[in-house]
């Protein structure tokens, strides 16, 4: 697995995670924080099929 789809992997889990059970996170910060997830684990997919 390439480690860009690990890394979106783990922050939008924890985005998940803090604004469910620790911290309420703005809706616009979570929003981005979990884009950029997306982004980076379509990316990694891309990388790891070249």
């Known amino acids: 697995m390439n480690a860009l789809i690990?890394?979106?992997i783990?922050?939008?889990g924890g985005t998940?995670?803090?604004d469910r059970?620790?911290?309420k996170l703005p809706?616009?910060?979570a929003i981005v924080?979990?884009?950029i997830a997306v982004?980076?684990?379509i990316t990694g997919?891309?990388?790891s099929r070249l």
């Open 21 to 23: 059970y620790l911290y």
């Open 10 to 12: 783990v922050l939008g």
């Open 39 to 41: 982004i980076m684990i």
């Open 16 to 18: 998940i995670v803090v």
């Open 45 to 47: 997919m891309i990388k």
């Open 6 to 8: 690990i890394i979106g």
């Open 33 to 35: 924080l979990y884009g």
């Open 27 to 29: 809706n616009w910060l």
